[in-house]
């Protein structure tokens, strides 16, 4: 059923007005039923955009905007799942376990390498492939989430931790071999 249709149908029974088309009563509500429309057809869109399961363009963007950057480059329903995965995090979900779930957000697959007794975690992402702003953004984005007095180091490439400790060099050999500091930075 149309706006004017609705209209009609609820002032018909009153019988206070004539209501025959051309009329000038009529004509108005025609008028007022085109506005109407335009404002039902905004006030559903916004229903749906103003919650994240049903969300599809701008309200999207606003949560992401949110939590950090817009990931527009991603299928609508990556960016859903991200963002619900980050509105669900709670104070459990820094456990060896939950931690994972901190990847779903972030829209990453990886390994989690902890030291307790550096108080350090290690986000092993070698296997994606992503563009440095995505590296930044994943970055800042761990940083944000994690719990302050963590050091978080997130390797794209490279050495982990882990396995250059193994390999017992220090940072002076490494420079001895001909690597500088910014390389050795992002191995």
Request: a negative charge; one cysteine or more; aromatic letters at 10%.
């Given at each position: 059923?149309?706006?004017?249709?609705?209209?009609?149908?609820?002032?018909?029974?009153?019988?206070?007005?004539?209501?025959?088309?051309?009329?000038?009563?009529?004509n108005?509500?025609?008028?007022?039923?085109?506005?109407?429309?335009?404002?039902?057809?905004?006030?559903?869109?916004?229903?749906?955009?103003?919650?994240?399961?049903?969300?599809?363009?701008?309200?999207?963007?606003?949560?992401?905007?949110?939590?950090?950057?817009?990931?527009e480059?991603?299928?609508?329903?990556?960016?859903?799942?991200?963002?619900?995965?980050?509105?669900?995090?709670?104070?459990?979900?820094?456990?060896?376990?939950?931690?994972?779930?901190?990847?779903?957000?972030?829209?990453?697959?990886?390994?989690?390498?902890?030291?307790?007794?550096?108080?350090?975690?290690?986000?092993?992402?070698?296997?994606?492939?992503?563009?440095?702003?995505?590296?930044?953004?994943?970055?800042?984005?761990?940083?944000?989430?994690?719990?302050?007095?963590?050091?978080?180091?997130?390797?794209?490439?490279?050495?982990?931790?882990?396995?250059?400790?193994?390999?017992?060099?220090?940072?002076?050999?490494?420079?001895?071999?001909?690597y500088?500091w910014?390389?050795?930075?992002?191995?």
């Open positions: 059923m149309s706006v004017l249709e609705s209209l009609l149908s609820r002032l018909s029974p009153i019988k206070l007005y004539s209501l025959q088309e051309g009329g000038n009563t009529y108005e509500l025609s008028a007022f039923a085109v506005g109407f429309e335009i404002l039902s057809f905004e006030l559903s869109e916004m229903l749906l955009e103003c919650f994240l399961s049903s969300a599809e363009s701008y309200g999207l963007s606003r949560y992401e905007r949110l939590w950090g950057g817009e990931r480059h991603l299928p609508t329903d990556k960016r859903r799942e991200m963002l619900i995965s980050r509105s669900s995090l709670n104070l459990n979900d820094f456990t060896p376990q939950g931690v994972s779930k901190i990847f779903d957000l972030l829209g990453v697959a990886g390994t989690i390498n902890e030291f307790p007794a550096q108080q350090r975690l290690s986000l092993d992402l070698r296997g994606e492939a992503l563009t440095k702003g995505e590296k930044n953004f994943i970055k800042s984005q761990a940083e944000a989430l994690f719990p302050a007095h963590l050091d978080i180091d997130v390797v794209f490439a490279g050495l982990t931790w882990k396995e250059a400790d193994s390999r017992g060099n220090t940072f002076s050999q490494l420079e001895t071999l001909g500088t910014q390389e050795i930075d992002i191995m």
